[in-house]
Every structure is written in structure tokens, then in C-alpha cells.
């Protein structure tokens, strides 16, 4: 079997074309299928024409999240109820083509655990790719992942991965870091992107700073170590600067009268405290990411799905 995870958000006037466009795609698989929609408590009537269509198919599996949990945290809900051997995660509005599932899934079939579509030209506003852009650097600091390598929302994964994926039980899960922790065996295929079929992204500039934040303080302590560096080098600067106007004193110099111990007293305090805040906040960050329960996801209605 065959499973496709499709986080929706006010996507109501796509969602026909985009289950008949799928509906040709999977059926020309020659293997069972089932799409599952998360839908991330969208404000439109996305959830009911979801179960309308899934009146007449029961591969049609729309879940309704009981409030917004972000995109990342849909995508998790729609893994936890897959039964495929191979999962698509792909977005709701069309600029990901249904017909580009099979070469997706070619390429996972020849031994990849996890194949993402690299898009050679993305049909989106400049403010998006710029996002986009501002996110992939940074991934490939904090995940370490190889520079060529585009994370790209369409992708194709492998069960074993899957099941490693959705073990995970953090509020706040990140896919794509989850998957650097657990394979190496990632590789990409040139895909076309599209246009968005209608509308606009429901997803924009919050989701990309959502993405950044998630990657950054769930998968990595360096912007905590960050802190600590920065603290040291303002307190070497500051004990620097001290020497030298010490020094410039003893030479015979003038300074304002209390302004040298203010100042460098001001300045080699703001650096320790920064480090301390740091190491702290390291402390702080672990504890935080062991203990917090917080649900990633509520599911308050799903069709077809037992």
C-alpha cells in the first residue's frame, strides 16, 4: 500500500481537483492507496467537503485537528494513522503535482529511505523564496545536512523510517530534522513546481519562522553555545579596552572622571552575565525538552480511519 499525507489549510476550492488529480495518479500505481488529510483546524469548510468526498472513496481519509498546531505538527498526525510502505508528504494547493508521486516513489523504491523533490525554479513571491532561502542555510548549519541538498515539503519516505518518525513525542517536531536524525540515505530528483492552484498560501512568512525556530531549538544547543561565545568575546573586549585605556592613563592621558570604571564595569558585567545565561539556558533548554508534555496534535473527527 501506498499512503499520501496532505496537511490542509483553507484549501476548500482545491480540494476537488486536487483528490481527482490524485485519484489518477495512485490508480496508475497498480497498488492500493490512501490519502489522509490533516486537516489543521482550517477555518474555511475544508474539513466537510474533505468528508464529503470521502463519502463516495474510502481511501479518502480526512482527519480534523481540534485546534491549529502548525504544519509540521499536521504532518505528524497524518504519519501517526498511515499504513503504506512508502509515505508522500506533499502540500495541498496543487504546486506539487499528484502525477510527480510515482518518480518520487521510483526513487525511494531503489533504496532510498527518503527522497525530496528538488525544484529547480519555485513558483512562489520573492518574500517566500527569500524565507525559504534564509531556511536552508541555517538547516544546513544546524542539521548539517549537504548544501545541494534542498528540504523541500514534497518527499517520499520509507516505513522504517516512518515508524522511527512518529515515535517521536515532542510538542514541537520538526520532519525534516527528525529525518537527518535518523537516516543518511536521503537523496533528491528534479521536480517541476507549480503555481498554486487558487487562493493563497495558508501557510506563509509565521510558518517559515515556526520552521526556523523549531530546527533551532529542538535539534540543536548552538544558539545557546552561541550566547556563551558571544559573552566571551564582550568581556574580552571589554578587559581589552580597559587595558588600553589604562594604559593611555598611565601614559599621561585624560578621561572623564568616572566614565572609565562605569563603562568597563558596565561592559565586563554584561559579558559574564551572558555567559551565565547561556550555560543556564543550556541547562534550562535540556530539562525543558525532557519534560514537556504538551500534545503535539488533537484529533477531534476522522473518516474512514477505524
Known amino acids: ?28 500505481l497498480g497498488e492500493d492507496y490512501e490519502v489522509i488529510f490533516a486537516v489543521d483546524c482550517s477555518p474555511d469548510r475544508s ?47 496543487l504546486q506539487h503535482a499528484p502525477e510527480d508521486i510515482p518518480a518520487l516513489l521510483q526513487a525511494c523504491a531503489a533504496g532510498s529511505d527518503v527522497v525530496y523533490a528538488g525544484f529547480p525554479e519555485k513558483k512562489q513571491s520573492w518574500l517566500k523564496n527569500a524565507g525559504s532561502w534564509v531556511n ?8 548539517q545536512k549537504p548544501g545541494s541538498l534542498y528540504l523541500s515539503p514534497f518527499k517520499a519516505v520509507g516505513r522504517e523510517v516512518v515508524d522511527e518518525i512518529v515515535k517521536y513525542s515532542g510538542p514541537f517536531p520538526y520532519i525534516d530534522g527528525l529525518i537527518f536524525q535518523i537516516t543518511s540515505a536521503i537523496t533528491q530528483i ?65 578621561a572623564p572622571e568616572g566614565w572609565v570604571s562605569i563603562v568597563l564595569g558596565i561592559a565586563i558585567l554584561g559579558g559574564i552575565q551572558l555567559i551565565a545565561l547561556g550555560i543556564l539556558g543550556e541547562y534550562i533548554g535540556r530539562t525543558y525538552m525532557n519534560i514537556n508534555r504538551k500534545p503535539q496534535f488533537v484529533v477531534k473527527d476522522k473518516v474512514n480511519i477505524a
Open 1 to 28: 500500500m501506498i499512503s499520501v499525507v496532505i496537511p490542509v489549510y483553507r484549501s476548500q476550492h482545491i480540494l476537488p481537483e486536487l483528490c481527482r488529480r490524485l485519484e489518477g495518479a495512485l490508480g496508475r
Open 47 to 93: 474539513f466537510a467537503v474533505l468528508k464529503g468526498l470521502a463519502a463516495g472513496d474510502r481511501r479518502l481519509k480526512p482527519i480534523l485537528l481540534r485546534k491549529n498546531v502548525g504544519y509540521d505538527n499536521a504532518v505528524m498526525a497524518g504519519l501517526n494513522f498511515v499504513r503504506g510502505r512508502l509515505v508522500v508528504i506533499m502540500d495541498d494547493d
Open 136 to 143: 536552508d542555510k541555517v538547516a544546513n548549519i544546524i542539521l
Open 190 to 254: 528534479p521536480i517541476a513546481h507549480h503555481e498554486r492552484a487558487s487562493g493563497q498560501g495558508g501557510h506563509g512568512l509565521l510558518r517559515s519562522l515556526r520552521i526556523w525556530l523549531n530546527f533551532c531549538t529542538t535539534f540543536s544547543i548552538l544558539p545557546l553555545r552561541a550566547s556563551v561565545c558571544f559573552g566571551f568575546l564582550i568581556s574580552a573586549a571589554a578587559f581589552l579596552y580597559s587595558a588600553r585605556v589604562l594604559i593611555r592613563r598611565l601614559a599621561g592621558g585624560t
